[in-house]
């Protein structure tokens, strides 16, 4: 590591990546390539000597560039946002330059004792129930991602109860949650061994927006249980991918606790605007719940990757995760006067990540993110009220967060396989556009369009000239 080589080379780096920002509305915000395009651009194999760092912005400029969808483009609705920030982006850059690999306490006590305090200064602000908090048996971790957070969560609740009713009942062992659950889930039960017979999808209440409804878990549970089955794990949301459907913690939670399951609460979107205190309503009943996860990286100005999950009972965790092998043992642990984050999780090695979620929290503060989260959710209110005057649309559920769920409506034969035909169509014409980005999914058989207004440099008029554009290609295909 040459530091006046880092001083010179990473200057010019930020440089390179405050110009990007400055001037990322000039590019398509999704990526127009075709798939291959960059194998015809660059060497079959890698170069023998050093090239300089210009040869290879030049190449980042001409070449990568047009193969990037950029998400942190202010006109940029898919899926949800994935916020970059400043200091984000100087946590990210801090714990590139440490390099440390803080697996256990000892490898760097900075690294587990930092995550420990900047989840439990989380869970406050979400106003998280005292057992998800490190000062007793519950505490905070940063996953990848969501999808890591529920596998280890049930692989947690699947040895626990597979300790009581032995392993041979693995085949047993069921699974509940709604058909509005993250596809996540589905691989989680995968990875876990649990049956895929086993795994009960239910049916969403569509009258609501898309809502699990507890009486039909109920129902499941009490006929898996006639049934010689053992019903372990339900899995809530709050802002669910589709249509940001909150699931009812409390009435799920009682269920779960009469029937001995785990409860873990997915809020991956949802969870940011619960530090609102106007929005904390849509976690309540969390205390029911044994594990609840966010993602910091989607809404929260952290750059990706910064997954946050709480558990009431860290030692469920680490009874199914940990490893004690001659080569990590050392005092501190040995003592079991610390936490080695190593055991809560499924790789061995983690980064400094709690650096980026401690910038954010500090060079913003608690009050300009609940601001933050309150604009995004005005504009998609904003927008919501747009979609709703015009006639050749509507809203399909009704909006909770900065979803806004809307498609062009059916036309006078009422033909719902053409209406879906002609979303798609919009959908393509908009994005080929490169103007914006939106992206869609399906709800009871109807294609739906999902403007998800959540990127930090998106602002009023970028929400107005996307609904512009929204308007004027689905004028092109409407009938004459
Ligand atoms: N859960 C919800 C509600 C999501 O919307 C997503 C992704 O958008 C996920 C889980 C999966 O997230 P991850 O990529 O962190 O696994």
């Known amino acids: 590591m040459d530091s006046e080589q880092l001083r010179e080379y990473g200057h010019r780096m930020v440089d390179f990546i405050a110009d990007y920002y400055k001037t990322i509305e000039s590019f398509p915000v999704l990526s127009q390539v075709q798939p291959g395009y960059l194998h015809n651009l660059l060497p079959d194999s890698a170069p023998d000597h050093p090239e300089t760092v210009e040869q290879v912005l030049d190449d980042v400029k001409t070449k990568i560039l047009p193969g990037v969808t950029h998400w942190q483009s202010p006109n940029f609705f898919a899926y949800y946002p994935s916020n970059s920030s400043v200091a984000g982006f100087l946590g990210e850059m801090l714990s590139a ?69 032995g392993k041979n009942s693995l085949g047993k062992l069921v699974v509940y949650s709604s058909e509005q659950t993250h596809s996540a889930l589905q ?65 799920l939670g009682k269920i779960a606790k009469s029937n001995d399951m785990w409860f873990h609460v997915d ?25 609840f996860n966010m993602n910091a990286h989607k809404w929260f100005l952290t750059n990706f990757d910064c997954s946050l999950l709480w558990v009431k009972d860290q030692y469920a965790l680490t009874e199914a995760l940990s490893t004690n092998p001659e080569f990590l043992k050392n ?126 440099l998106t602002e009023e008029k970028h929400v107005k000239e996307t609904w512009k554009v929204i308007q004027e290609k689905a004028s092109y295909l409407l009938p004459k």
């Open 187 to 251: 691989k989680a039960c995968q990875i876990a061994g649990i049956h895929p017979e086993n795994c009960r999808v239910l049916k969403a209440d569509s009258s609501t927006n898309y809502a699990m409804r507890p009486e039909l878990l109920q129902e499941a549970v009490s006929r898996d249980l006639e049934a010689g089955l053992i019903p372990f794990f339900l899995c809530g949301n709050v802002g669910t991918t589709s249509s940001t459907a909150v699931d009812p913690l409390g009435a």
């Open 331 to 456: 005092k501190a642990s040995q003592a079991d006067l610390v936490v080695d984050y190593k055991d809560w999780q499924i790789p061995l090695g983690r980064r400094f990540r709690s650096l980026k979620l401690w910038m954010v929290l500090r060079l913003y503060g608690a009050e300009t993110l609940k601001n933050y989260i309150r604009n995004h959710i005005k504009l998609a209110k904003d927008l919501e009220q747009l979609v709703s005057q015009d006639p050749n649309f509507e809203v399909i559920t009704p909006r909770i967060f900065a979803l806004v769920c809307f498609r062009m409506v059916p036309t006078d034969d009422n033909d719902e396989k053409k209406c879906n035909r002609r979303n798609l169509e919009l959908l393509e014409a908009v994005n080929s556009s490169g103007k914006l980005f939106i992206s869609h999914t399906a709800l009871s058989g109807k294609i739906v369009l999902r403007c998800a207004i959540g990127a930090p």
């Open 267 to 291: 809020a991956a979107y949802a969870g940011s605007a619960c530090i609102c205190p106007e929005y904390r309503q849509y976690i309540d009943g969390v205390e029911t719940t044994d594990s």
């Open 97 to 165: 330059g440490l390099g440390i690999v803080g697996f256990s306490w000892v490898t760097s006590p900075a690294a587990t004792e930092l995550e420990m305090i900047v989840l439990d200064w989380l869970a406050k602000l979400l106003n998280l129930p005292e057992q998800f908090l490190s000062k007793g048996n519950g505490g905070g971790v940063i996953q990848g991602s969501a999808s890591e957070a529920v596998l280890v969560v049930m692989i947690a609740a699947r040895d626990k109860v597979l300790r009581s009713v």
